[in-house]
């Protein structure tokens, strides 16, 4: 549809007054002829009559109308003109408003506005508003998991879907391979170990080491290496991103884009945007790496601090149970240890002990009594040099706290011809609660050994006791989080020793480790769902043979001071 009829340009009178006339009307006023911006006159049937300069230029004679203004004006109102409002298009790339308003014989003006800058600045702002709100969402997904696994594929799936056609990404080498994350929009994410070589991607190398990224001009996609292609992604790659991964102090790998040719180009927004993008991804990157070296490190540190699994040794049964004061840590400040001889004709040392405080401080001080005490082997067979020189180390220490001991001594010896199998045991307490022996007929008999406390005092001295077990019969060390364990029916009461020992009756004749787990059990009932200190248990039983058993000797006081 063109130009239905061309008047020539109008001209301006002498006097003022419009020119230029069709028919005996004024076609094309004088206000806006030479106005820069494009004006119509429109026909009934949709032909244009008459332009101003600047329409001409837009609409050359031969397009005619654009279809988004033709359907304009053929929406018709009541009256029979157009209707009345706004209606926006593009004419060559540009974005025009167009208004109307009614003309003679049916025609209609239109007055075409150029609003290009106003819309490019909407585009531009609605973009950095779902970028702004695409790198918050990310950032919280990312920092809400410190799994490194994790992060990379979050970070590959979201590059992929929403910044290229697909997206890899690399991590620092772990020896001579690289973790590699490959994700394509849409599709399902992969994750290898492979051994590549980054040199052969331009800009890789340098983005693994921090560098500053190569810019997207640079890279030729057509010499990329082939492992770098995600299982799947078809055509031809057009575009390449290679933007670095920044960690905290040392680069956490580095993240390439991918747009194949049937899509554009990245542009120079979306490059630094992907720039954006990847240094949350790599905080978040660095992050989980951090954590998982440090929990890493404390799994190591924790599997030294962790009680030893126990079981019979040279006949004779041992069993603990340790149970901190929360819940949710796996060490605490009481302990127990117990050391083989190195056959049956050797002590088997034992050590059980309380360091005041609680939590990892305490395990800590733990861990070294118990390093000093494994150094302590050789002479684990006098208990007052034992606790002496242990004493002695944590007052040099830096650390300010105190524990209390129980040293044992155990070895079992077979009796005369015909009799059964004695456990023959040297207990020490070094500032610690009684041991208590559970006696094969249900007595049950507190072990009188005193001491002083270790870490404390310039100089200790402790109290041995001798005691022998039949068979059937238990000796139980414990700590104080036993018996000052707070509960019962009105929840403020002491478990006490009296409570254990009456409780222990039961537990004549019982295996180690049932008596260790019948311990705890009462302990736990006792204070249900109250807060409690660190509590720890260890049985030194010696086994029931199944045959009648009789006392045979009684644990004796040595009358020295160790």
């Known amino acids: 549809m063109g130009y239905a009829q061309r008047v020539p340009p109008f001209v301006i009178s002498s006097s003022g007054a419009s ?12 206000a806006w002829s030479n106005a820069p911006y ?8 949709g032909d244009v009559v008459d332009a101003n300069e600047a329409a001409r230029t837009l609409f050359p004679p031969a397009e005619g109308l654009p279809p988004w203004l033709a359907d304009a004006h053929r929406r018709p109102r009541a009256s029979g003109t157009p209707e009345q409002g706004v209606v926006s298009g593009t004419v060559a790339g540009r974005s025009f408003e167009a208004y109307s308003s009614p003309g003679e014989g049916g025609e209609v003006v239109w007055w075409l506005v150029e609003d290009t800058g106003h ?5 531009a702002l609605r973009t950095e508003r779902e970028r702004t709100e ?4 990310i950032s919280g997904v990312l920092l809400s998991s410190l799994n490194v696994d994790r992060c990379a594929e979050v970070t590959a799936r979201t590059a992929a879907d929403h910044l290229a056609d697909a997206a890899v990404v690399v991590a620092p080498a772990q020896g001579r391979r690289h973790p590699l994350t490959y994700a394509r929009a849409g599709g399902a994410v ?3 170990l492979a051994r590549v070589d980054p040199s052969s991607v331009p800009g890789l190398a340098e983005a693994l080491q921090g560098f500053p990224p190569v810019p997207t001009r640079w890279i030729d996609p057509e010499e990329l290496a082939d492992w770098l292609i995600p299982p799947g992604f078809d055509g031809p790659i057009d575009s390449v991103i290679i933007a670095p991964l920044p960690g905290h102090g040392i680069p956490a790998g580095a993240l390439i884009l991918l747009r194949s040719s049937t899509h554009r180009a990245f542009t120079d927004g979306e490059e630094a945007f992907a720039h954006l993008f990847a240094a949350r991804a790599g905080a978040a990157l660095s992050a989980a790496h951090l954590y998982a070296e440090q929990a890493s490190i404390t799994a190591t540190l924790l599997q030294e601090l962790l009680p030893p ?3 019979r040794v040279h006949g004779v049964e041992y069993a603990g149970v340790y149970r901190p004061s929360q819940d949710h840590e796996d060490v605490g400040g009481d302990f127990y240890d117990v050391h083989p001889g190195a056959d049956a004709s050797q002590d088997t040392f034992v050590v059980l002990g309380d360091v005041a405080g609680k939590g990892l401080q305490a395990a800590a001080l733990t861990g070294k009594i118990r390093s000093v005490l494994q150094a302590l082997l050789p002479l684990s067979g006098d208990h007052q040099q034992v606790l002496t020189l242990l004493n002695d180390a944590l007052l040099t220490s830096h650390h300010t706290r105190y524990a209390s001991l129980v040293l044992a001594s155990v070895r079992r010896s077979e009796g005369s011809e015909g009799a ?5 045991l040297r207990l020490t307490s070094a ?4 041991p208590l022996i559970i006696r094969a007929d249900g007595r049950v008999e507190p072990v009188d050994t005193l001491g002083q406390i270790v870490g404390a005092l310039p100089k200790v001295t402790a109290h041995s006791v001798d005691v022998v077990l039949a068979p059937g019969e238990t000796c139980l060390l414990y700590t104080d989080g036993i018996t000052d364990a707070h509960g019962g029916p009105l929840g403020e009461e002491l478990y006490g020793e009296h409570r254990l020992r009456h409780a222990l009756r039961e537990c004549a004749r019982m295996p180690a480790k049932a008596v260790v787990e019948h311990v705890q059990m009462l302990a736990a009932q006792w204070l249900g769902g109250g807060r409690h200190d660190d509590m720890a248990t260890l049985a030194i039983t010696n086994p029931a043979t199944g045959r009648s058993t009789r006392r045979t000797a009684h644990g004796h006081d040595t009358g020295t001071t160790a």
């Open 19 to 30: 020119g230029g006339t069709r028919g005996g009307g004024v076609s094309v006023s004088a």
């Open 38 to 45: 494009p004006v119509l006159v429109v026909g009934g049937d």
């Open 119 to 123: 819309r490019l600045a909407e585009e």
């Open 134 to 137: 695409l790198l918050e969402e």
């Open 190 to 192: 992969t994750q290898t």
């Open 309 to 311: 699994r126990l079981e």
């Open 420 to 424: 059964e199998g004695q456990v023959r």
């Open 431 to 434: 500032g610690h609660l009684p």
